[in-house]
């Protein structure tokens, strides 16, 4: 049976963005990157800020699919470690990190009261993330929230704003994309993604958006503060 969400929207089932709509983790793959940049022979010598700039740039191009999240961490090291050694410590990044969620992961506001009353009222639910599966699905635990189904971008071969990342979560929710809504803090990625691919788009913005962002954001869009308001108001607690 479908379920009318805020300002109106009708549906019969919505997917999920993972990072920064469902929950955050303090930055971890980030954090760890430098880490263990500074723990290379000389690696502290180029100095945290700019080790940190580096990082960031080379995990923005894992997030983009430029490179693998392997090749990312590798990047970073190699200078010091040399390329057999960067690719060791790689794989050690990837068990440091998956390891290390529990003690980093939390909830986003109001995620858990949405997740429960979407349940409730026979929505089916699903996550489609970009990133790595290991830890996209091991963040998911860590939120208690490992009965919805996940597509993480690494698994299907397809990232967001991809309309084929869009059509895989559509064809595991077994609902029409129109009566599908995804929900994520991305514009390009997820809002103005899951628009073009013929979803119910609803953006959470925590902020108020920019000029720039208000402009190309399309009015079929529903924008948010938080997974709470994505609930009717009538409905909430």
């Known amino acids: 049976m479908p379920v009318r969400l805020a300002a109106g929207i009708e549906v019969d ?10 929950g955050f983790d303090d930055g971890l793959e980030l954090r760890l ?5 500074l723990a290379t022979p000389g690696g502290a010598a180029e100095g945290e800020p700019s080790l940190t700039s580096r990082a960031a740039a080379l995990l923005a191009e894992a997030r983009a ?24 410590a790689a794989v050690r990044w990837r068990d440091d990190a998956v390891a290390a969620v529990p003690s980093v992961m939390r909830a986003a506001p ?16 699903a996550v489609l993330t970009n990133g790595w599966s290991p830890l996209q699905q091991t963040k998911l635990r860590a939120l208690g929230l490992e009965r919805l189904p996940i597509l993480v971008s690494d698994e299907i071969g ?21 009566r599908t809504a995804y929900v994520g803090d991305d514009l390009s990625g997820d809002a103005l993604g899951a628009h073009a691919a013929s979803l119910a ?17 399309p ?4 924008t948010i503060r938080s997974l709470d308001a994505l609930v009717p108001e009538e409905m909430r607690p």
């Open 110 to 125: 109001g995620m858990q009261g949405c997740v429960e009353w979407l349940e409730r009222h026979g929505i089916s639910l």
């Open 33 to 37: 990157m430098v880490r263990y940049a």
């Open 201 to 217: 788009a609803v953006w959470i913005s925590r902020s108020d958006p920019s000029p720039e962002e208000v402009a190309a954001l």
């Open 65 to 88: 699919g430029r490179r693998t999240i392997d090749e990312a961490v590798i990047a970073l090291l190699e200078a010091h470690l040399g390329p057999e050694q960067a690719r060791l």
């Open 13 to 22: 089932a919505v997917g999920f963005d993972l990072d920064h709509t469902l």
């Open 158 to 178: 397809a990232r967001k704003p991809a309309a084929s990342a869009f059509a895989s979560l559509v064809d595991l929710l077994g609902a029409r994309a129109e």
């Open 219 to 222: 009015c079929e869009v529903l």
